[in-house]
């Protein structure tokens, strides 16, 4: 059974910065890749950023990319999403996921169960 929880949201100000943590069973990485995805209100899911479970191979969307970092600790158990210079368009749950890789949402099988991002002033 593969298991995810993420944790560390909250809310920031625009321009603050936020580090979430997806913490993975170990049965997660027999899949390919770990996937941070979002969904903001009234809107769909949609992929953030993937890294590779075997390597450090990492993709981002063009909205996030030099502002997003995704990486994972010495084991592979637990995923990073350090994000910076947070704007109020990154309001939204973030999800871990993993998958094949890619940003294609109905390919990943198991998900968490959210943590909330509000930025605002």
């Known amino acids: 059974q593969v298991q995810l929880v993420e944790s560390g949201g909250g809310l920031v100000q625009p321009g603050g910065s936020l580090r979430l943590s997806c913490a993975v069973s170990?049965?997660?990485?027999?899949?390919?890749?770990i996937g941070w995805f979002r969904q903001a209100p009234g809107k769909g899911r949609e992929g953030v950023a993937i890294?590779?479970?075997?390597?450090?191979?990492?993709h981002y969307r063009d909205s996030v990319k030099d502002r997003f970092t995704i990486s994972k600790d010495g084991t592979g158990n637990t995923v990073f999403l350090q994000m910076d210079n947070l704007k109020p368009e990154d309001t939204a749950i973030y999800y871990c996921?993993?998958?094949?890789?890619?940003?294609?949402?109905?390919?990943?099988?198991?998900w968490g169960q959210g943590t909330q991002v509000t930025v605002s002033s």
């Open positions: 996921a993993v998958g094949p890789g890619g940003f294609t949402v109905s390919e990943y099988q198991f």
């Open positions: 170990r049965s997660a990485l027999d899949y390919y890749a």
């Open positions: 890294i590779s479970t075997s390597g450090g191979g990492a």
